[in-house]
T-cell receptor
Framework: DAKTTQPPSMDCAEGRAANLPCNHS???????VYWYRQIHSQGPQYIIH???NNETNEMASLIITEDRKSSTLILPHATLRDTAVYYC??????????????FGKGTKLSVIP | GAVVSQHPSWVICKSGTSVKIECRSL??????MFWYRQFPKQSLMLMAT?????????EQGVEKDKFLINHASLTLSTLTVTSAHPEDSSFYIC????????FGPGTRLLVL
């Protein structure tokens, strides 16, 4: 799987948009970009994923550059409960969905009141 | 998405004893489950892939005789830490793959 590079930490003011960057310059054509987050002492929580196009769901938006070498996760209105470690992962998807995820160090996002 | 539970949520045991951790897929039948381990202030590391009806696949450096995995049904995988030692103290997390991976809440193990 391609490796990713994320800043180790970021701060964001409550109510503002949080923009978390991720570099994945070695991504291959059929690898997806996944974002998960882990709140302290809990299991990781799926946020969003995409292949080429930008994606949006009830939690966040994912912006993938045209060359697919980087992406940005956007939390439109950060709350204190969004304080967590955010992981950007690139991975293949098998037909059965039994793909592996390799977690890096992620970005620790602190939402400040 | 899938709802995944783990039991127990935390456990303290004496060195040399064995501990069993359960991972259940509550609303989805899973032929595959993944087991991860996370040490303090570190990221998740994949330990093994649990396969229903067949042997688990272990990642390099993970002792299969120490970390016994059984996936006897489509909704239950168990991880048994045999002859636990203090260095096995960690946060153990399972996941179920669907269109994405859904993770359990984790089990915190402390070996005294």
């Amino acid at each position: 799987d391609a490796k990713t590079t994320q800043p180790p930490s970021m701060d964001c003011a409550e109510g503002r948009a949080a923009n978390l960057p991720c570099n994945h310059s070695t991504i291959s054509g059929n690898e997806y970009v996944y974002w998960y987050r882990q709140i302290h002492s809990q299991g990781p929580q799926y946020i969003i994923h995409g292949l080429k196009n930008n994606e949006t769901n009830e939690m966040a938006s994912l912006i993938i550059t045209e060359d697919r070498k980087s992406s940005t996760l956007i939390l439109p209105h950060a709350t204190l409960r969004d304080t967590a470690v955010y992981y950007c992962i690139v991975s293949f998807r098998s037909g059965a969905g039994s793909y592996q995820l390799t977690f890096g160090k992620g970005t620790k996002l602190s939402v400040i009141p | 998405g899938a709802v995944v539970s783990q039991h127990p949520s935390w456990v303290i045991c004496k060195s040399g004893t064995s501990v069993k951790i359960e991972c259940r897929s509550l609303d989805f039948q899973a032929t595959t489950m993944f087991w991860y381990r996370q040490f303090p202030k570190q990221s998740l590391m994949l330990m093994a892939t649990s396969n229903e009806g067949s042997k688990a696949t272990y990642e390099q450096g993970v002792e299969k005789d120490k970390f016994l995995i059984n996936h006897a049904s489509l909704t239950l995988s168990t991880l048994t830490v045999t002859s636990a030692h203090p260095e096995d103290s960690s946060f153990y997390i399972c996941s179920v793959p669907l269109e994405t991976q859904y993770f359990g809440p984790g089990t915190r193990l402390l070996v005294l």
